[in-house]
Every structure is written in C-alpha cells, then in structure tokens.
C-alpha cells in the first residue's frame, strides 16, 4: 500500500494562496499518476489536477482552476504539491491527494477517481468571501 498524508489546508479569504503538501510513500522502482481531488459537503468528488510522476508529459488541471492552481511534485522530499492562487469561496472543500502505479492517467484527457486506488485522509480548505 501506498501511504498518502496531506497537510497545508486552512481558512484564507478569497483572492489568497495555499500551498498543500501531501507526502508519499512511494516506490522508488515504479512511475505514478498523482493528483489533487477535492470535495465539498453534498457535493461529487471532483479532480483538480493530475500528473506523470515519470515526467515527460505536461500536468493536467480541470477547467476551474486552470490559470489558478499549480500541481508539483519534490521527487527527494517524496511530496506532492498544489499551489492554490486567486482562491475563490467555490474552492472550499476537503482536498485530498491521490497516486495510483497503473498509470492510467497518462492515456487520460480527465482526471477521474476511478483512476487512484491510493488516498489520503484530506485537509480541508476553507476560502470565505
């Protein structure tokens, strides 16, 4: 099992920045998808942004935050990153990371849950207006 820890989320106001870390127990022999979901109360889980651990291919971002958010990874330090900008009270949600060793999300124009049997237990963010 992949181990997955997510930290950084907070309460800022809307126009602010976060940055999310989320460290990775992941194997040194293998290439990874990983990604930044999120979900709010009532709401469906919805993918963020997604990226080849492997390089090689340019990140993925969903429409909504495209221009806004950043997904990055720090291959010494075993962490992921998403560097939120221009937050908007829309983005509050429980911000989960996720990998998955199969890769599919290399084939993929979408980031898709199905996608990501590794997770971690979230970190919420809250942007209020």
């Known amino acids: 099992q992949v181990q997955l820890v997510e930290s950084g989320g907070g309460s800022v106001q809307a126009g602010g920045s976060l940055r999310l870390s989320c460290a990775a127990s992941?194997?040194?022999?293998?290439?990874?998808?990983l990604a930044w979901f999120r979900q709010a109360p009532g709401k469906e889980r919805e993918g963020v942004a997604s990226?080849?651990?492997?390089?090689?291919?340019?990140?993925f971002y969903s429409g909504s935050v495209k221009g806004r958010f950043t997904i990055s990874q720090d291959k010494a330090k075993k962490t992921l990153y998403l560097q939120m900008d221009s937050l908007k009270p829309e983005d509050t949600a429980m911000y989960y990371c996720?990998?998955?060793?199969?890769?599919?999300?290399?084939?993929?124009?979408?980031?898709?849950?199905?996608?990501?049997?590794?997770w971690g237990r979230g970190t919420q963010v809250t942007v209020s207006s």
């Open positions: 996720a990998a998955d060793d199969l890769i599919t999300c290399y084939y993929r124009d979408s980031i898709l849950s199905d996608d990501y049997r590794y």
């Open positions: 992941l194997s040194a022999h293998s290439t990874y998808c």
């Open positions: 990226v080849y651990s492997g390089g090689g291919a340019s990140p």
